[in-house]
């Protein structure tokens, strides 16, 4: 039979005759004792379990049947490493005289550059003697290489895989991730590590957001004091770009760059201040937010500067879409020019937007005329603009849905921002079609196209940029790629944590930088204290931590802030524990982990306090730590209550709560994430 995911699922690889594999990937992190995921992320579209499994040892090899090419041979080189990192066996990258264990069976070629909508299905069959990988092309190979990898577990008799049959297929066609270089620049060797993680867990489109108003990050030979005077010397030459290009295609990924403009574009105009609106002079800006300076749509000259620019860095990204930004134009520049303001005037342009519409309607052409597809955040739609260009949602669904209307293609990046801090549980509920195919015809229903994690890059550096896009981003991957029904949120978590773990071989060692960066704060080789305090507090949702301190470009990220996850495992498990105890359904088990964990807060502050003022990234966090006693104590106080049936005063509830209260407030630019549930506790207690 063919197990299709349904709605709620969790399945379990011991239905596949795999109790060893249930036990390695361990338990689920629902409450009712339900048997662990299938440890994949995403989920496949299908899969036909089956008795026994596949042994892995020294003797397993990979051959091609059929088609192969370059590409193929560097994945299956790559697919060995890897196999060998995660097993400790060492593998002969010999192709086998006689048929391999792993048989590879490719149709034919993808595109020479890789194309929206190619087919990226396979089929992965593997049994007791063997495994056979089917694909119409490379992307379907690499990505069922991918899903090989994580099927991969120890067990009794060995590292195997489980024995089944997988048909899989993506959701959508566009699944990306774009990461900021502008805000701060992030170096080579990260957009390397974040690409490998991008293929394993089959994200398609890298967008490369690479100008801003605090750095243009690209080497340009027709116009260099873009990154001469735009750049702080900090950007990458155009042989790193393809080099870049290179590396992405060999993993099935798409590489579309972003040059911001009309606005977003202060660095730009240091070197090249005549196309800009104002009168200068310009400087590369320091702070973030919505700055006046804009090009200038009435010139001759800024179309004439665009038209090289856009000729040179279409030649240099062969991708056939290329993304031209157009958000956030305040238009101030322009009000504030009299020269556009009398064009507007002989034109009968009514508003900054519609000149703005003026713009975009200049450098379509411009894009189109190199055969490029242009792409653009929702402010390009307008009521002429061509129905070929890419719409890419970033203030909702509601104009991702006026776009499918008028005919246009869309993607959604609202609910994607995973800079902003949200839970990888917010991120994996949001759905592109989610409140609006049933608004639209199923011709317009295909036109939305997919979505784009977004990795806005005020707040990281290139050491901490993997902690922020990394393992969220696999829930949003998983959105994108599996179908629509799969929503479990525990099963999401307890394969998202596995899958973590995978990424370290992929150079994503997000707990290894945690752990660098809290000894490095502290001057300590063992930070316990220090650990158990962050393991416990978040960073501020949405854009709250700019207004909570003044940032520039050159503030160090290097506090505990900057350390800690976006989301606190140990807090959410915690919240999971306590809304179970207050429903009546918590086991012995959950009472004795809450309990723990309460006590262990509770004493963290004696042992932690001493330390704190022996380092200036430190000194700050000792009422965060003394708000942890606090709680603690508190929620000892709440469980211990609700355990024994006993009341409490209107009086000390009322104190109880203020306290709690005071204690979800930012401090230290931190949110102390065990706060609200020992709240929670606090209100089911009976008030006497």
Not at 256 to 267: L, Y
Not at 514 to 537: H, I, K, W
Request: with cysteine; net charge negative; hydrophobic share 40%.
């Amino acid at each position: 039979m063919i197990l299709r995911i349904p709605a709620g699922s969790v399945l379990c690889l011991a239905a596949l005759s795999a109790s060893a594999f249930c036990a390695m990937v361990g338990r689920s992190s629902s409450a009712q004792n339900s048997p662990a995921p299938l440890p994949i992320m995403p989920l496949p579209a299908s899969v036909t379990p089956a008795d026994g499994e596949f042994l892995i040892d020294g003797n397993f090899n990979v051959a091609f049947e059929g088609f192969t090419e370059a590409r193929l041979e560097r994945a299956r080189l790559r697919f060995l490493g890897k196999l060998s990192k995660e097993t400790g066996i060492p593998f002969s990258v010999e192709v086998p005289a006689g048929k391999a264990l792993l048989q590879i069976q490719t149709a034919g070629p993808s595109a020479a550059i890789q194309q929206l909508g190619e087919d990226e299905s396979y089929r992965l069959q593997i049994a007791p003697g063997g495994v056979t990988l089917s694909a119409a092309n490379p992307l379907g190979v690499m990505h069922g290489l991918q899903t090989f990898l994580q099927l991969v577990r120890i067990t009794p008799r060995g590292f195997t895989v489980p024995t089944l049959t997988i048909e899989d297929k993506p959701r959508f066609p566009w699944r990306g991730l774009m990461i900021d270089v502008s805000r701060h620049f992030i170096p080579l060797p990260a957009i390397e590590r974040n690409l490998d993680a991008m293929e394993a867990v089959k994200l398609n489109v890298f967008h490369w957001h690479l100008s801003d108003n605090q750095g243009f990050r690209v080497e340009s030979k027709v116009f260099p004091l873009l990154q001469q005077r735009g750049s702080d010397g900090l950007y990458y030459t155009q042989d790193q770009v393809r080099h870049v290009i290179e590396y992405a295609r060999d993993r099935g990924i798409r590489v579309i760059p972003e040059f911001d403009m009309p606005a977003h574009t202060t660095a730009w105009f240091v070197g090249y201040p005549q196309i800009a609106s104002g009168k200068g002079p310009y400087e590369i800006e320091r702070h973030w937010g919505i700055f006046d300076p804009a090009m200038d749509p009435t010139r001759e000259s800024t179309y004439q500067f665009l038209n090289l620019l856009i000729g040179e860095m279409t030649a240099l990204f062969p991708d056939l879409y290329f993304h031209i930004g157009g958000d956030e134009c305040n238009g101030k520049e322009w009000d504030g020019n009299p020269r556009i303001q009398e064009f507007m005037r002989a034109h009968q342009i009514k508003d900054n937007a519609a000149l703005q519409a003026l713009f975009t309607g200049r450098v379509q052409k411009l894009v189109a005329a190199r055969h490029k597809v242009m792409e653009g955040w929702d402010e390009v739609l307008q009521p002429d603009t061509p129905k070929d260009v890419v719409i890419q949602s970033w203030r909702g669904r509601e104009s991702l849905l006026d776009a499918a209307k008028r005919g246009y293609r869309g993607l959604l990046s609202t609910g994607y921002y995973i800079d902003l801090n949200y839970s990888a549980e917010q991120h994996y509920l949001v759905d592109p079609l989610e409140g609006i195919a049933d608004k639209l015809t199923p011709e317009q229903t295909a036109s939305i196209l997919g979505g784009e994690a977004t990795m806005w890059s005020e707040f990281v550096t290139g050491e901490t940029v993997d902690t922020r896009i990394w393992p969220r981003t696999a829930a949003i991957a998983e959105r994108l790629w599996s179908p629509q029904q799969v929503r479990d949120v525990n099963s999401m978590y307890a394969r998202m944590t596995i899958v973590e773990d995978r990424l370290r071989d992929f150079g994503i060692e997000n707990k290894a930088t945690r752990e660098q960066m809290l000894e490095r704060m502290s001057g300590d080789v063992n930070p316990e204290a220090l650990r158990v305090l962050a393991s416990v507090v978040e960073p501020p949702k949405e854009y709250e931590r700019g207004q909570l301190r003044d940032y520039t470009s050159q503030t160090p990220l290097n506090r505990l802030v900057d350390a800690v996850s976006p989301e606190s495992e140990t807090a959410r498990e915690f919240r999971e524990i306590s809304k179970r105890i207050v429903a009546g359904s918590a086991t012995p088990e959950d009472w004795q982990q809450a309990h723990d964990w309460l006590v262990l807060w509770r004493d963290n502050d004696r042992r932690l306090q001493p330390t704190l003022a022996k380092s200036e990234l430190t000194a700050e966090l000792a009422p965060v730590s003394k708000s942890l006693q606090q709680v603690a104590e508190i929620g000892l106080q709440a469980l211990d209550s609700l355990k024994q049936g006993k009341t409490i005063s209107a009086d000390a509830q009322k104190q109880n709560l203020a306290v709690l209260t005071a204690a979800e407030k930012p401090q230290a630019v931190l949110l102390l994430m065990v706060a609200p549930p020992v709240e929670m506790l606090v209100k089911s207690i009976q008030v006497r």
